[in-house]
């Protein structure tokens, strides 16, 4: 026999037992063998072992019964309807009657149970309303664009808020340096007298018309920047800031597009592109989980703690190789642990390790001005100034490297050697580092 404990359909309905016909109060028994109709039994019928055409006594049964907490230990399931039927009959508020009608809770436990469980429970929130409060997030206007206020802010000039507005001033809706600023100056000479010939009057309205067109310009950017709420740089930088790198690089592209679409809908054209990054990620997520024949996210918690820790003891490895590469020089080795304090303090390491050889290594390369630097991270700077790499060179080596990479599904050190012709130090160390930060795999 198997025992289930469940809820009826209505608790408060009273059908009759098959077998004395007596009404059934609870618990009683459901066959779960007989029916449709339910074949229901009364308790003192089930013990004698009842049974009726189809029905046996060996067939498995339900035990029907509302008497089990649901949302408090203190309150049944059919007191949670009973509460439920009596506010619909007095009306929410009335919970002197309400207590009344059920006859089992106080005025007190009745209001404080209905409003914890059934008022203030998240689980008991509108779905629908939750999906509109959800939408309107998403497609919330990330623009700041200008109202005018009867007391607008005067930033003082050059103040910190006055560099943050561009030198914006909101009181006369102008910029401290508009665009085109010294349009002006061509009309400055002009004046009109009688005895002009007609040649030199159409020049001269020639020019003023002009000077209205670059005016319009002038009034078209203006527009442009309040509307899509470019006057404050730095809040919209930090909006920008929070799309992932690939996003911001669309922002960046889309931006002469932006004048076309206006400020919603050039925002919500990011916001579609950044919802499509994310669904990529999160599907390239999964079939990494497919491919290691991962098919629960148990197991894939369990996956990602583990790359994550072999991830940490690579780096373990390589720190420890560089360690004794260095260990039998002293001087290097002073060095050495002199660069790796600076690191971990957060500074730039500024010495150099010397080799093995006593000989002092070259002064690090300076990339200021240097074509392609800004394409580069921090550590590929880093890299560049100790092997002494323009960055034009070292991202022509980066890419044919990752190529050949993907080609072949790996790369040796004697294959990256033979793609580039430069001296074998420096190919050992450009190898090194794009299969430590993970842009190539080792064959």
Not at 71 to 98: H, I, K, R, S, Y
Not at 189 to 200: G, K
Not at 392 to 408: I, M, N, P, R, W
Request: charged letters at 30%; proline letters at 5%; glycine letters at 4%.
């Amino acid at each position: 026999m198997e025992h289930l404990a469940s809820l009826g359909n209505d608790p408060f309905d009273k059908p009759p037992c098959r077998g004395c016909s007596s009404y059934l109060s609870e618990p009683y028994i459901k066959c779960a063998e007989c029916g449709p109709p339910p074949f229901l039994l009364c308790l003192q019928c089930f013990t004698i072992g009842f049974e009726y055409k189809k029905h046996q006594s060996n067939h498995t049964y339900e035990i029907m019964t509302s008497n089990f907490p649901v949302l408090d230990p203190a309150w049944t399931a059919q007191e949670e309807m009973a509460l439920l039927e009596a506010v619909m009959d007095c009306g929410f508020g009335n919970w002197q009657d309400v207590a009344n009608q059920m006859n089992t809770k106080t005025k007190e436990e009745c209001e404080k149970h209905y409003m914890k469980h059934f008022i203030n429970n998240p689980l008991f929130a509108s779905t629908l309303l939750n999906l509109k409060q959800a939408e309107e997030t998403q497609h919330k206007d990330t623009a700041i664009p200008f109202y005018s206020a009867e007391d607008p802010p005067r930033p003082v000039f050059d103040s910190l808020l006055s560099r943050d507005m561009a030198g914006y001033m909101p009181a006369r809706a102008d910029f401290i340096e508009e665009f085109d600023n010294y349009a002006e100056w061509d009309l400055r000479d002009i004046e009109f007298v009688e005895d002009d010939s007609e040649l030199l009057h159409a020049l001269k309205i020639a020019v003023v018309d002009i000077y209205h067109s670059r005016l319009k310009e002038r009034q078209r950017r203006k527009k442009i920047i309040r509307d899509h709420g470019l006057i404050n740089l730095r809040k919209f930088q930090i909006l920008e800031r929070r799309y992932p790198k690939e996003v911001q690089d669309l922002y960046e592209a889309m931006r002469h597009f932006a004048r076309i679409l206006g400020p919603t809908e050039h925002d919500k054209f990011i916001e579609s592109h950044a919802l499509e990054f994310e669904l990529r990620r999160e599907i390239k997520r999964l079939q990494e989980y497919r491919v290691a024949g991962i098919t629960n996210f148990y197991s894939a918690r369990t996956y990602d703690l583990l790359k994550k820790t072999r991830e940490e003891e690579r780096l373990k490895r390589t720190m420890l190789s560089e360690v004794l590469r260095y260990i039998q020089d002293s001087n290097a080795c002073q060095q050495w642990l002199c660069r790796q304090a600076d690191m971990d303090s957060g500074l730039s390491p500024t010495m150099q390790v010397m080799s093995n050889s006593g000989r002092r290594s070259a002064p690090p390369l300076n990339l200021t001005g240097l074509p392609g630097t800004e394409k580069l991270d921090e550590k590929e700077k880093e890299l560049c100034q100790v092997v002494r790499l323009v960055p034009g060179a070292y991202l022509e080596y980066k890419a044919a490297l990752v190529s050949e990479c993907h080609k072949q599904g790996g790369l040796r050190l004697a294959q990256a050697r033979a793609l580039i012709k430069i001296d074998v130090n420096k190919t050992r160390k450009i190898y090194d580092f794009l299969l430590r930060e993970g842009y190539i795999t080792k064959a």
